[in-house]
């Protein structure tokens, strides 16, 4: 009887032994899960702040990583504009590193505006493509409104000295115009005063058309 107390006393301490030795398990795959840092997203590693064997830290940034499926263009927009813009609205933009326009989409209005410029930032999602990385500089063009007018192309339009002019074209003959010109736009220049709607503007001609010269009016293709 004494030896089967010694071997089950001898059972009970091989167990709490287990069970010590299962208690050192846990807290080793503890203990090794943090040496595992798993990110939320799939991305590319940019910037590296910790080298190996380096004590790390609560709050301590270890790497940035970026999604390259999500970047956004962040743009300062005067306070007396931001009304004009809505979520979800199409914005076209430009990153001047790519040389290339896209079209983005706003996603959020930070509600607060800076005090000293008096700007909001503006965020808009940009789509993926091949070149695009954190950090380049690019720009939006929001609609604030709309109005009508005249526009010309700039090969349209003629300069002497302070002068500027178009040449019209009636009843088969070329007849030189002075007008005043506006802001320009990619390739057209607006008209603010010499023209009316309907009339027929030579967009190109020869250097040394003169005034009063008879000519066929030709459609461009």
């Known amino acids: ?10 059972v009970r301490l091989l167990q709490a032994q287990l069970r010590q030795a299962l208690a050192a398990l846990t807290a080793a795959q503890v203990q090794l899960s943090y040496a595992t840092i798993t990110a939320p997203f799939s991305g590319v590693v940019v910037k590296r702040h910790v080298d190996v064997g380096d004590m790390a830290s609560p709050g301590m940034p270890l790497i940035s990583i970026v999604d390259p499926t999500a970047f956004r263009l962040e743009v300062l927009v005067p306070e007396g504009f931001v009304r004009f ?4 609205g199409a914005v076209p933009a430009a990153v001047e ?5 896209f079209t983005g989409g706003v996603f959020e209005i930070v509600p607060s505006a800076d005090p000293a410029s008096r700007t909001f930032i503006v965020k808009i999602r940009l789509p993926q493509a091949p070149g695009l990385m954190v950090g380049m500089f690019g720009r939006a063009e929001f609609t604030t ?3 009508t007018g005249i526009f010309v192309p700039r090969s349209a339009v003629w300069r ?4 500027e002019g178009v040449f019209v074209v009636e009843d088969g003959v070329a007849l030189k115009r002075v007008v005043t010109t506006g802001k320009a736009f990619n390739d057209l220049v607006e008209i ?4 009316k709607e309907g009339e027929q503007v030579i967009t190109r001609y020869p250097a040394n058309l003169k005034d009063g010269t008879r000519v066929r009016v030709v459609a461009q293709q």
């Open 85 to 88: 813009i809505r979520l979800g």
């Open 1 to 10: 009887a004494q030896e089967v107390a010694i071997k089950e006393e001898q």
């Open 145 to 147: 409104g709309t109005r």
């Open 160 to 163: 002497e000295g302070s002068l």
């Open 192 to 195: 603010l005063t010499g023209l």
């Open 97 to 101: 590193a790519l040389g290339r326009p």
